[in-house]
Every structure is written in structure tokens, then in C-alpha cells.
């Protein structure tokens, strides 16, 4: 009898303990349901990373190294409470000083609204600045950016040497940016050539552009020639020693930092590249001496405008005893002197004339004015949209589907006739980007169709083009990055990948990289998703994109080459952190990421170890405001391999602090068929107390045993950067009848 029992007890009405659990986090896949994902994947990953033991941490906070700039000419920051006046109005007896009672020199101000009452003025207790404008009535230079001391929530001091008197009026905002800049257009990686760790970031406003070197912050303005405003999106590239700056349809402008008067020695500032043709053949003739290794030393009157790297042929060889009609590749030391070596016996001073690179086509060009440029197979190649005139315009047709190559090692000479390409002719198509494919390949991103040109490191007659697909293209120039023998660009289907097949071919993907977080791509603003800009670091592919309403990216998706797979989207609470350009550069011997963003600051958002987000939202360096990062992992649904419902009994998680930062953060399990949301209560509940620096801890809680189908855990750190290492979640079934049940 107790035998028949036992066996009815072990009946398929018997519960059955069951576990189910992830030891390790590899990827996000957003798209599918959570119960249909792979151990390993979540179904939200939102600002964190995923290391290389598989735990799942909270990223590393932003820090900006520039402030903002101010956008408009005051831009206020004291606002009234009520009305809708932007400005406070200045107590017109508070602004004064008194020896006795401020100091010599120091202006008190308090700012009161419409009706005379005081009103908050939101300067920080130390490091305020202010822009005090139109104030009257006293001696001295009141007006201008100046420090502001804290006294009261309405009353601060500025003291100014030589100032006194009462003073009226005024304006109170945010500081301006010396040289009126209002606006950013452009920025790039800067390597000073004499430091191999010493990278700056430069910057193009509408009025200069500003050096900020990374590892000591400090910045240096180079001028833009007289006249010339950047009021529209701008290029910046280093080549062949020189910073490029393009500008669609404008005259392309060129900075050399090794220039004695106009680079970083002198007084840095850009200048025109010349425009138009160039006169053919251009001799070069001067008195030069042999030296007994056989270098021959010109020094020229004037500019020579040749390149390290050029070629010249010898016309006239004087009493030198070169050989006329032989030719050399020079060395270029100024803008006037040049070298070149050659196989001859000392000799004193003689006259030698020498004959720049001659077109073979229908002679040369200056550099067309082009809204970008591409370095491949030593040569720079542009779009040829626009012609080399001192007033640049559209060619006429206006062609937006060619490209043009300058000379080897020479971005300013431009062959029209036996150097230029035209892709998809006849078609509604143009080109958006390139990058370079190996060493004698370029890849051409048209908008609707993607080409390849083998062969441009030689002589370009010899070059053949290629056609890679005309069944996509990509949207965005700055989304194209290559790494590891493949290409990522943003197209109208998500993020596409070109791959690496041999040293001759390439291959697109068939479905979008960006596939497995589709739910995240239906949230770009498409109507902007020109403006995307990504970058490769750390082996990661970084995007910023423009989500919902913004018409500027505000949201970085994160995708691991280590994983192949998507790791984070991370935001930031900052309205200010809008983005222009991602930068990888160095401050030291690590590479790290930087934020430029569309207000002109620069923040780095790797390698900072805070936990926090630290945002200059205002000019200059006023105190940053701080953001909590908001970061959450969700992860697969658990099924326990079975389609029946199940109660879910207990949850273990294994967490981890970082050495730096004491950790928190709230545990809930989401059920599905039916739904619901246990809440299972913070890590400080489970522990008794917040999780300690560099600890980590084994929590377990019972969860008041939800019935469903599937169930997901749902952590969202609060305090730190905490890393979540691995989960277990037991069950029993409930259901095992043989048959049916609704």
C-alpha cells in the first residue's frame, strides 16, 4: 500500500525542482523576445560593458575637460521665477562699491526679479563665472567675463582691479568665448610630430579654431585668415604634416604647425590654399652648393610649394654636375629651402634650374574646394563637386558622383583630366564618403551604392573601379570605420558591415549588423541620421545617433569585436551632451574616447573611472553639474527548457564592487504569461548595508514564489559601478497534468 502511494506521489502531479541561470553576459539582443535568447544575451544592456570575464558593469562616467561655449551673444543663466522676461534685472543701489564695506575693487551685485524681491542666482559656491555686460556709471572696465565669488543665493562679488563707483544697469549671463564664437562646425585628432603621446584635439568654431592638447588641457587659437568665418559643417584632417580644413564649396584652408611664423612657433594661423590653375612647366631656379655626401641645397626667394616627397627634374645643371633630365625626390625643410641627394662630387655655388611634376593631362589644379578629404595610396582624394576657382562654385552640370586624386604626397596639386573618377554616372546617386582598403585600394560610399578602386598608390591610368553593390549605400560619412578586415557604416537599413573576404574582396552583409537591437534603430530620427558619427577604440565600435525628437546625436550604441555583439546603448541625463564628433585620442600612452559635442565642449567617456557623469554645461569652466548614470541590465527570459509554467522560488546574483566605489542597486523579477513585477528590494536590504569597495557578495532572496511562464531578472545599479558576475533562479513546475489546461 505505502509502495502504490509513493509511486502516485511521483506522478506527473509531483512538482519537479528546476534551475536555470547565466554565469557569464556577452551581448544585447533587443529584438527578439527574451524567452527566445541564447545563454549569454540580454534583453537590456543601458550604459554598461561587458568585461572580459563576462560580468556585466556599469560604464565608466563622462568627464569634460572644456567647458561649452555660449551660443548666442549673452546667453542668461538668471532667470526670473515668474513672467517672461529672460533677463533679472540688476539692483541698480547693489551694484556699487565701498571701500569700507567690499573692498577696493569689488562690485557686489544681487539679483532681483520684476518686483524688487531677490531671486536666486544659481552660482555655484566656488569656481562661478559670470559675464557682467552694459553696466554704467562707474570708473574702470566692469564689463566682460569675470570670477564670481558666492555670498548669498542673491548676492555675489566681483572684484576687478581698478574699478569703483556705483554702477547701473546690466546684463548678467553665462561667459563668452573670447573672438565672438557662437558656434562648432568641425573637430579632429591632432599628433604634434615631435611627441609621440601628445595628442590635441582641434577644434573648428565660426571664428578660430582652438588646439586643447589632452594631456595638459591647455589651448591654443589658431586664427583663420582675414575675412574668413566657418559657418557650415567643416572637415579637419592631418596630411603629410599639415592640418587640412575643408569646407564645402569654400576655399580649403591649411595649417602647418612646423611653420616658423604661422605654426605653433609663431603665431599659429591658417592660411588660403591657392586656387585655380597652375602655370605649366614651373621651374624653380636658384644658386645652390653640393655638399661632399652629395646633398644639393636650394634655398629659394620665395615659396617653393613643394612637399616632402616630390619630384624634380633637373633643367639647367649649371657648374653643379648633376646631369640634366635626371630627376630627384626632395626633402623639404622651410617653405623655402628644399634638398634633394644625388650621386655627385662636392661642388661650390652655381645656378641649377629644376622643374616641378608636369600634368600629363590637360594640366594641373589646385585643390577643389571640397567638403571633406580621404588619404589612400599616399595620395589625397577628394569629391569634385566644386572647382579650384578663387570663388568656388558648383561645376556646371553640377556633378556630385566624382572624385579626384591630388599627385603622390602633394594635397594641393590636382590632375582634372587623367586623376578623376566618376562612379554610377547616369544614376541619382553621390558620393557621401571613402576610406582606404588596404594599401592600394579605396573604397567609394556613394548614397545608394558602394564602389571599390584598385590600384591608387601607382600611376592612376592603371586604376580599375569596381562595383560592390548598387542595392545599398551608406547615409552618414562619419559612421564609417574600418577594423579587422571589415567596414561599419550606417545606412537606411541600420548599421551594414562590409567583410573581408581576401586581399581583393570585399562582401556586405546580407542582414544589418544592427539587427539585434532593431527595436533601438526604430527610434533614430531619420530625418538626421546624417549627423551620425562613430569611432573604434578599445576594440569597440562606437555610434551616436539622434533619438526621438533630437536633430542632433544624443544616445552611443556600444558594439564589442570581441563579443560580436551589441554591449550597451548608453545615455546621458545632460541636455547639453549633444554630439558633433567621437575622437579616440591620447592624453598618455592609452588611447581613450572624447565627445565633442555640438556646444563645443569636449568630454572624454572612457577611461575616467568615475561613476557619475561630469558635465560643463555652461562657457568655460564653471562647476560641473553632476548626473547619476542611470544604468540597467535585463536579462534573457528563463524557461528551464520547458513551455509549462512554473513558480519561481529563489533568485541568487553574484555582484561585485569596483576598488573604487562602494555599491547599490534595486533587484526585481519580471514574469511573463502572466506578467508581473516582483519587487525583491535593494542590495542594501539583502545585505544590511550598501556592497563596500573592492567586496563582493553572493545574494540571495526568496521571491514570494510568481507563477509564468518565463522570468527575468532586472538589475539597476544606484551607487557605483558595480558589476553583476552571474545569476541562478529556481522554480517548480506546477503544472503536470497529462492533460490540457487553459
Not at 540688476?90 to 518686483?115: E, L, M, P, V, Y
Amino acid at each position: 500500500m505505502r509502495s502504490d502511494l509513493q509511486k502516485l506521489l511521483r506522478s506527473p502531479l509531483e512538482s519537479t525542482v528546476l534551475q536555470d541561470g547565466d554565469t557569464q553576459f556577452r551581448g544585447l539582443v533587443s529584438r527578439l523576445r527574451p524567452s527566445q535568447l541564447e545563454p549569454g544575451q540580454v534583453s537590456i544592456a543601458r550604459n554598461v560593458r561587458f568585461d572580459e570575464s563576462g560580468a556585466a558593469k556599469v560604464r565608466e562616467g563622462a568627464r569634460s575637460v572644456s567647458g561649452a561655449l555660449t551660443t548666442t551673444a549673452v546667453i542668461p543663466f538668471l532667470k526670473e521665477t515668474t513672467g517672461t522676461s529672460a533677463l533679472v534685472l540688476i539692483d541698480t543701489t547693489g551694484a556699487h562699491c565701498t571701500g569700507a564695506d567690499q573692498g577696493s575693487g569689488t562690485i557686489r551685485i544681487t539679483t532681483k526679479n520684476s518686483g524688487s524681491y531677490p531671486i536666486a542666482h544659481g552660482i555655484p559656491a566656488t569656481g562661478g563665472m559670470v559675464n557682467l555686460a552694459s553696466f554704467t556709471g562707474g570708473t574702470g572696465t566692469l564689463n566682460g567675463n569675470r570670477a564670481a565669488t558666492y555670498v548669498s543665493s542673491s548676492t555675489f562679488d566681483v572684484t576687478v582691479s581698478g574699478v569703483s563707483g556705483s554702477w547701473t544697469g546690466g546684463v548678467v549671463g553665462a561667459i563668452k568665448l573670447s573672438g565672438g564664437i557662437t558656434s562648432v562646425h568641425g573637430a579632429c585628432r591632432f599628433s604634434d610630430p615631435t611627441l609621440s603621446n601628445d595628442e590635441s584635439i582641434v577644434i573648428a568654431y565660426n571664428e578660430k579654431a582652438v588646439s586643447i592638447k589632452l594631456s595638459t588641457l591647455a589651448s591654443t587659437d589658431i586664427a583663420y585668415p582675414a575675412g574668413v568665418t566657418v559657418n557650415a559643417s567643416a572637415h579637419l584632417q592631418t596630411e603629410f604634416g599639415k592640418l587640412m580644413l575643408r569646407r564645402e564649396g569654400k576655399n580649403t584652408l591649411i595649417f602647418d604647425p612646423q611653420d616658423g611664423s604661422t605654426g605653433f612657433g609663431g603665431t599659429p594661423a591658417f592660411t588660403k590654399v591657392a586656387t585655380g590653375t597652375k602655370t605649366q612647366p614651373i621651374e624653380l631656379s636658384d644658386s645652390v652648393t653640393v655638399a661632399t655626401d652629395g646633398k644639393v641645397s636650394f634655398t629659394m626667394g620665395s615659396a617653393h610649394g613643394l612637399v616632402t616627397g616630390d619630384r624634380v627634374v633637373v633643367v639647367d645643371a649649371g657648374s653643379s654636375g648633376l646631369t640634366v633630365g635626371r630627376s630627384f625626390r626632395v626633402t623639404r625643410l622651410t617653405d623655402n629651402n628644399f634638398d634633394f641627394y644625388a650621386d655627385v662630387e662636392s661642388a661650390g655655388s652655381s645656378t641649377v634650374v629644376v622643374r616641378k611634376n608636369v600634368s600629363l593631362g590637360g594640366g594641373f589644379i589646385n585643390a577643389p574646394a571640397a567638403g571633406f578629404g580621404v588619404l589612400a595610396g599616399q595620395r589625397v582624394f577628394v569629391p569634385y563637386t566644386h572647382d579650384s576657382a578663387a570663388s568656388p562654385s558648383a561645376r556646371s552640370p553640377e556633378i556630385r558622383d566624382e572624385i579626384i586624386a591630388s599627385d603622390i604626397f602633394d594635397n594641393q596639386t590636382f590632375d582634372p583630366v587623367l586623376n578623376q573618377f566618376r562612379l554610377n554616372a547616369g544614376s541619382a546617386d553621390h558620393v557621401v564618403g571613402m576610406h582606404p582598403f588596404g594599401d592600394d585600394s579605396l573604397v567609394v560610399f556613394n548614397r545608394n551604392s558602394i564602389h571599390r578602386l584598385l590600384g591608387v598608390s601607382g600611376s592612376l591610368l592603371d586604376v580599375s573601379s569596381h562595383v560592390l553593390t548598387n542595392e545599398l549605400g551608406c547615409i552618414s560619412r562619419k559612421s564609417i570605420i574600418y577594423h579587422a578586415g571589415a567596414f561599419l557604416f550606417l545606412s537606411d537599413d541600420g548599421v551594414m558591415g562590409l567583410t573581408f573576404q581576401d586581399a581583393l574582396n570585399l562582401r556586405g552583409t546580407e542582414v544589418p549588423l544592427s539587427e539585434a537591437i532593431d527595436t533601438e534603430f526604430k527610434r533614430v530620427n531619420r530625418d538626421h541620421m546624417d549627423k551620425a558619427v562613430a569611432c573604434y577604440s578599445d576594440n569597440r565600435y562606437y555610434i551616436a545617433v539622434p533619438i526621438g525628437e533630437s536633430t542632433e546625436p544624443n544616445e552611443i550604441w556600444v558594439y564589442s569585436f570581441l563579443n560580436n555583439a551589441w554591449e550597451s546603448i548608453d545615455s546621458y541625463a545632460s541636455s547639453s551632451f549633444t554630439i558633433l564628433d567621437l575622437i579616440p585620442a591620447k592624453s598618455g600612452k592609452i588611447n581613450e574616447v572624447y565627445a565633442v559635442t555640438t556646444q563645443g565642449g569636449v568630454v572624454k567617456i572612457s577611461q575616467t573611472g568615475r561613476a557619475d557623469d561630469s558635465i560643463y554645461e555652461t562657457s568655460g569652466k564653471n562647476a560641473a553639474t553632476i548626473y547619476p548614470i542611470d544604468a540597467q541590465v535585463r536579462t534573457r527570459g528563463y524557461t528551464f527548457g520547458s513551455v509549462e509554467r512554473k513558480r519561481f522560488n529563489h533568485v541568487d546574483l553574484h555582484i561585485q564592487s569596483d576598488a573604487e566605489h562602494a555599491s547599490d542597486g534595486d533587484i526585481n523579477l519580471i514574469t511573463e504569461d502572466p506578467d508581473s513585477i516582483t519587487k525583491l528590494g535593494t542590495l542594501t536590504d539583502r545585505l544590511g548595508s550598501v556592497l563596500a569597495k573592492a567586496e563582493g557578495a553572493s545574494v540571495r532572496s526568496r521571491t514570494g514564489n510568481p507563477r509564468g511562464f518565463s522570468t527575468q531578472i532586472d538589475w539597476t545599479p544606484s551607487t557605483g559601478r558595480p558589476e553583476l558576475r552571474g545569476v541562478a533562479i529556481r522554480a517548480t513546475s506546477t503544472f503536470n497534468s497529462p492533460t490540457s489546461a487553459k
